[in-house]
């Protein structure tokens, strides 16, 4: 099983905002209406669909994820050919933007062969470069398979 980690957090994200935004008119002319009227049924009805509607997203895109997950898993077999298949595929499923130091000090893969994976899979579109190393800073990548599905 695979979970977002965000500022070392583990939490269930559920954002009803997007509906909110996308049905701006509807949602102001709720608010209007409960103010001037005290009729709270209509806004609990948008509400609710709010909420079902975000749901319903929420359980595409974790259906999404799952798939690729195991899809990925079956490429990174023929791919990567490692006796690391599964650290790795948890790893950048658990933090898909990461630093290279933090990839070697959790799966606890030799550093000169975390090196190579990562080249294998950049050179192989599944890891996108998006720091440079400077200095005592590690490069910074992104699992960008997983980032597509979201970025909703």
């Not at 709270?40 to 709010?50: C, D, P, S, T, V």
């Not at 997950?69 to 950048?92: H, P, R």
């Amino acid at each position: 099983m695979f979970v977002f980690r965000s500022y070392n957090q583990t939490q269930p994200h559920f954002y009803i905002s997007g509906y909110f935004e996308e049905n701006k008119d509807e949602y102001i002319e709720q608010m209007r209406n409960v103010s001037q009227t005290n009729d709270w049924n209509k806004w609990i009805q948008f509400f609710l669909n709010a909420v079902e509607s975000q749901a319903i997203l929420n359980l595409e895109i974790a259906e999404s994820i799952k798939n690729l997950y195991e899809t990925t898993k079956a490429e990174f077999s023929d791919l990567l050919s490692s006796k690391w298949n599964m650290e790795i595929l948890d790893f950048i499923f658990t933090y898909p933007v990461f630093r290279n130091n933090k990839f070697v000090s959790t799966t606890k893969i030799p550093n000169a062969t975390a090196v190579l994976i990562i080249r294998k899979l950049v050179d192989n579109g599944y890891l996108v470069l998006r720091e440079e190393a400077a200095g005592r800073r590690a490069a910074m990548y992104s699992f960008e398979p997983l980032m597509r599905l979201v970025r909703v």
